[in-house]
């Protein structure tokens, strides 16, 4: 299970894997998909039990489990490690010093921080200074990240394990919260806390009532605000990022055994069962009451699950894109994963203005083929379409936007 244990990246350039560009474009194209409104598609049709399903997978759970929206995030951390290997052997291929590595590391977390910050100010008044935004919390970690990139694989995994043991115990030391915790007071509605809320040891993780919570009331309250941080109205904290790092270095290792000279089996069955390991210890560990399989606050027992399934997607796109060869039918998800800084940026920002200008030009009735219901669908289809038209553009004339 150990992949190469070199204490450096070779510094022979990387060949860049269709693969991993594949996974990170899907992830991506996840996240664009929000724009299909499936949830609104459910609604308007509550009697179809394809339409539930699939709104379901769309949507965050609400505290305890998963849903295939629920991988986007921590796929696109786990990449960010899986680069890494790559990134820095190339880098040293074309001569860089490993000083002017580190500084450009350095910058690329400040950016990240910054860049999350200010996508989620741009609906704001004033900054808005939160820290929960994906692109932040990897900035956060990838500090810490980069330096554990030069390490041993071995060093690799001890750090793995000291960021998710210590983090458990930390939440496991933070006192349970009083019989009488007033939970209206930090948006936690009673018929949420019946139907999602834990007991027991498990309400060490309870939400907006545990160490992460606790902390933001202090750590968010040091910036200029409109008002006063009292709670994130889904559970999410800044202190995540810690857990994130854990997701961040199964993917650098991962990006290791990627790298490594061996057959492309022994490394699909490598990804194999990590990943059975991680989905099996994640989801036992939650069930047995040791800590709660909880994505919206990065529980150790979320990284194992979670991480998990980076292992085995990641090995299913190597095994067809790279081993077998099946290249052509990833192109759409290539373009998007290569220009993933540019997908997440248009997302966030022009999904607004794109969608109103199709129904600005084509009309409403366009839309309304399909009937009413599915209005949303063809709006949303229509200016996925543009995004992705957009990072096929960019492709064509080679503009990858990087930090």
Same mark, same amino acid.
């Given at each position: 299970m150990n992949p190469n244990p070199a204490s450096a990246p070779a510094p022979a350039p990387a060949t860049r894997l269709g693969s991993v560009d594949a996974y990170r474009g899907f992830v991506m194209l996840?996240?664009?998909?929000?724009?299909l409104r499936l949830?609104? $598609?459910a609604t308007a049709l509550p009697e179809s039990g #394809?339409?539930?399903?699939? !709104?379901? =997978?769309?949507s965050h759970v609400e505290w305890i489990g998963c849903s295939l929206h629920d991988l986007i995030q921590p796929s696109f951390s786990f990449l960010v490690g899986v680069a890494l290997p790559f990134s820095i052997a190339n880098r040293m291929a074309r001569g860089e010093s490993r000083g002017w590595l580190t500084l450009h590391a350095l910058w690329r977390a400040l950016l990240l921080v910054l860049l999350g910050v200010f996508l989620r100010s741009t609906a704001r008044n004033s900054t808005n200074w939160t820290f929960e935004d994906t692109l932040t919390q990897i900035g956060l970690g990838y500090g810490f990240l980069y330096a554990l990139g030069w390490c041993q694989v071995r060093t690799q995994w001890i750090a793995f394990a !000291? #960021? $998710?043991a210590g983090y458990w115990a930390a939440f496991a030391a933070w006192p349970l919260p009083a019989a009488d915790f007033d939970y209206a007071k930090v948006g936690v509605k009673a018929d949420w806390l019946a139907a999602n809320g834990v007991t027991g040891? !498990?309400? =060490?993780?309870?939400?907006?009532?545990?160490?992460? /919570?606790a902390f933001d009331t202090w750590w968010l309250n040091l910036f200029g605000r409109e008002k006063p941080f009292l709670f994130n109205g889904g559970g999410y904290a800044t202190l995540s990022f810690i857990p994130t790092l854990g997701t961040m270095i199964l993917g650098l290792i991962a990006g290791g055994v990627l790298r490594r000279d061996a057959p492309a089996a022994a490394k699909i069955r490598w990804f194999a069962i990590a990943g059975a390991i991680g989905l099996v210890g994640g989801a036992l560990l939650g069930w047995l009451g040791v800590?709660? $399989? $909880?994505?919206?606050? /990065?529980?150790?027992t979320w990284v194992l699950y979670s991480g998990g399934w980076c292992f085995l997607l990641l090995g299913l796109f190597y095994f067809v894109?790279?081993?077998w060869e099946k290249r052509r039918w990833a192109l759409p998800l290539v373009v998007i994963g290569m220009n993933s800084i540019a997908a997440y940026l248009i997302a966030h920002l022009f999904e607004g203005f794109i969608q109103k200008n199709l129904v600005t =030009?084509?009309?409403n009735k366009v839309f309304t083929v399909l009937g009413a219901p599915c209005r949303p669908l063809l709006e949303g289809a229509a200016a996925l379409f543009v995004m992705w038209l957009m990072l096929w553009w960019m492709q064509r004339r080679k503009i990858f936007l990087k930090i």
């Amino acid at each position: 299970m150990n992949p190469n244990p070199a204490s450096a990246p070779a510094p022979a350039p990387a060949t860049r894997l269709g693969s991993v560009d594949a996974y990170r474009g899907f992830v991506m194209l996840l996240m664009m998909g929000e724009v299909l409104r499936l949830k609104r $598609v459910a609604t308007a049709l509550p009697e179809s039990g #394809v339409w539930q399903f699939l !709104a379901w =997978h769309q949507s965050h759970v609400e505290w305890i489990g998963c849903s295939l929206h629920d991988l986007i995030q921590p796929s696109f951390s786990f990449l960010v490690g899986v680069a890494l290997p790559f990134s820095i052997a190339n880098r040293m291929a074309r001569g860089e010093s490993r000083g002017w590595l580190t500084l450009h590391a350095l910058w690329r977390a400040l950016l990240l921080v910054l860049l999350g910050v200010f996508l989620r100010s741009t609906a704001r008044n004033s900054t808005n200074w939160t820290f929960e935004d994906t692109l932040t919390q990897i900035g956060l970690g990838y500090g810490f990240l980069y330096a554990l990139g030069w390490c041993q694989v071995r060093t690799q995994w001890i750090a793995f394990a !000291a #960021v $998710v043991a210590g983090y458990w115990a930390a939440f496991a030391a933070w006192p349970l919260p009083a019989a009488d915790f007033d939970y209206a007071k930090v948006g936690v509605k009673a018929d949420w806390l019946a139907a999602n809320g834990v007991t027991g040891f !498990a309400a =060490h993780w309870q939400k907006n009532s545990n160490l992460a /919570w606790a902390f933001d009331t202090w750590w968010l309250n040091l910036f200029g605000r409109e008002k006063p941080f009292l709670f994130n109205g889904g559970g999410y904290a800044t202190l995540s990022f810690i857990p994130t790092l854990g997701t961040m270095i199964l993917g650098l290792i991962a990006g290791g055994v990627l790298r490594r000279d061996a057959p492309a089996a022994a490394k699909i069955r490598w990804f194999a069962i990590a990943g059975a390991i991680g989905l099996v210890g994640g989801a036992l560990l939650g069930w047995l009451g040791v800590c709660p $399989v $909880v994505k919206r606050i /990065w529980t150790p027992t979320w990284v194992l699950y979670s991480g998990g399934w980076c292992f085995l997607l990641l090995g299913l796109f190597y095994f067809v894109i790279d081993a077998w060869e099946k290249r052509r039918w990833a192109l759409p998800l290539v373009v998007i994963g290569m220009n993933s800084i540019a997908a997440y940026l248009i997302a966030h920002l022009f999904e607004g203005f794109i969608q109103k200008n199709l129904v600005t =030009h084509f009309g409403n009735k366009v839309f309304t083929v399909l009937g009413a219901p599915c209005r949303p669908l063809l709006e949303g289809a229509a200016a996925l379409f543009v995004m992705w038209l957009m990072l096929w553009w960019m492709q064509r004339r080679k503009i990858f936007l990087k930090i």
